[in-house]
């Protein structure tokens, strides 16, 4: 399996992989499961797709689970997420009763894999409860948080927190996400794989054809949101931000997205961005399949200039893969969006529709601004933000857990 990694050498250097390989020689053979609510959609699955082979690529054994549910559990646990993200939102205590029940049945289902794990990655709310049920934990159980959760809704954190505090460790995306728990926090930023089929480099006829498949004018400028359908990412104010740029300028817009199978409230928000489209052929929605991987790889490359508009954001992993394409990205001033978005240099952080469109205009104008800012974005990447340096960051925690208090570690 060590091939697997190799490929990787191209891209990040020798020293990276080398490191690697040193980092999980102590941690060989050891058990390990990832556990979030979905296969397909959303960054959690999108990290995991790549982290997991990776992982057992090093010699540990990995298992990734999904938990499932009914729509009242996603419909509980999109509340819990938008109230961790600042909403102000009730939840029935019949709701919760039904979110801790399927977290027990699926702790049933799951118990021989978890109870035998050295290392239980637990992402995000939806699986936070599954813990409570383990009475016989052999291993360590961390609690992977990716949700901008700096500004809480105190009733639902303080209801989530009798969970997640009895964790063995947690980790946050930011340090201004985390909240206070009686456990150590780590911090890991999430990362993009540039090998995998979203992000690795397509030959110019498959990008081009993207343009045939729909269509879309190759000789107008191309801005585009790549995005779950979601409030929290605004593509009304996408929109918005559009019809100012194109009273000047002839462009054109794509809000492409699919549904994750754990967001209910996508069907709606897609309602409202139909709504708000009024017919105009230069506004194009595409509702893709949640394995459009390719697509998306060639919809960021045509595009001109990115957009995440985002209200709150986690990370935005499109954000990454837009800036791992050499594209500028004009990202909502917000939560993940500021550490990959470095005001001008990289993209332009934005608060408005009239301010997105005003660094639009100029970047279009400026064309070596742009490409400029684009190579820029992809060296950051490069650097801070790939598969690898999230891999290495997950070995180190194991490795910290595993010898607790110890002052030095010798890994050989
Ligand atoms: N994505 C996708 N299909 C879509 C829309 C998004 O595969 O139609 C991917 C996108 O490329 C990115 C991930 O889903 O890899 C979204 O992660 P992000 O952190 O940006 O946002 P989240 O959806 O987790 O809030």
Redo the contacts with the bound molecule.
Sequence with gaps: MEEYLEKYRSVVGEAVIHHLLQLARPLQGIKVVHVNSTRE????A?ILRSLVPLKQALGLEVNWEVISGNPEFYECTKKIHNSLQGNRISISQSMLKNYEGINKENYERLKDVLENADFVFIHDPQPAPLLYHCTNRKGRWIWRC?IDASRPYRPVWRYLKNFVSFYDASIWSLSSFAQVLPHPMYLIP?SIDPLSE?NIDLDQAEIESAYERWNIDPHRPIISQ???F?RFKDPLGVIETYRMVKEFLPVQLIL???G?TDDPEGVEVLEEVRVAQRDDPDIHILL?P?D??RS?NALQRISDIIL?KSIR???????T?AMWKEKPVLGGDTGGVRIQVFNHHTGFLVNTPEGAALRIRFLLRHRNRLKEMGKKAKEFVRDNFLITRDLREHLTLMLAISHGATDRIEIG
Excluded at 313 to 319: A, H, Q, R
Aim: charged share 20%.
């Design positions: 959609g959303g960054g959690v999108e990716h999430p979203k790549i995005s779950r979601d492409a997205g699919s994750a893709l949640p459009a991987h998306i995440q954001e986690g990370f935005g992993l499109t954000v893969e």
